[in-house]
């Protein structure tokens, strides 16, 4: 089955080449997401959250999806691609989860991003407590890794000296 989306608007990053694997959140630069003029009215009462979903289309992948993946910080583990973040996938849909910084008019400020700027966006949904965060999650295959503290840090891209 074939099924076709219109991006609802683009996202502005400061990256044009490489980006973090996962939002850092404590990222300076301006990150925004700018919706078509027509959108604009659904975001009404949307700054009432604190955290929101940004969904993607991670549109500039020149690699075919594969099975097996070996996520790039976590050494030579190898992992099924549906239990891994990687963005090369059959539909290569992008999710990251941000802090609603403003919102004027048709542009959401938000905290950092990890996509390249232009990258469509497909959706916004607010993250709501409770419904969207479980107090048993847990790290999966990350678990069972030496040094996961460590680990997390890179994937989050926060800078570290050890
Ligand atoms: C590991 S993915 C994670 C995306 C999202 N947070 C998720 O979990 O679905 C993030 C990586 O995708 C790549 N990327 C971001 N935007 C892209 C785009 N528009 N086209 C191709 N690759 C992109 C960058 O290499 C970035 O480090």
């Given at each position: ?8 608007g ?12 996962q ?62 973040r ?59 890794l ?17």
């Amino acid at each position: 089955m074939e099924i076709r989306f219109q991006a609802i608007g683009i996202i502005h990053t400061p990256y044009k080449e490489s980006a973090p694997y996962q939002p850092v959140e404590e990222a300076e630069d301006e990150f925004t997401a700018v919706l078509e003029p027509r959108y604009e009215a659904g975001l009404f009462k949307l700054e009432k959250f604190r955290y929101i979903y940004l969904i993607y289309y991670i549109d500039r992948l020149n690699v075919q999806p594969k099975m097996h993946v070996k996520p790039p910080w976590a050494g030579s583990v190898e992992v099924g691609l549906f239990a891994s973040r990687s963005p090369a996938r059959p539909n290569p849909i992008g999710l990251s989860v941000v802090k609603v910084k403003k919102v004027e008019g048709n542009v959401v400020y938000t905290s950092g991003l990890d996509v390249f700027d232009g990258t469509p966006l497909l959706d916004i949904k607010p993250y709501i407590r409770e419904l969207d965060s479980k107090e048993d999650a847990n790290y999966g295959w990350i678990e069972g890794l030496d040094n996961r503290e460590h680990l997390m840090l890179h994937i989050k891209g926060i800078p570290h000296k050890y």
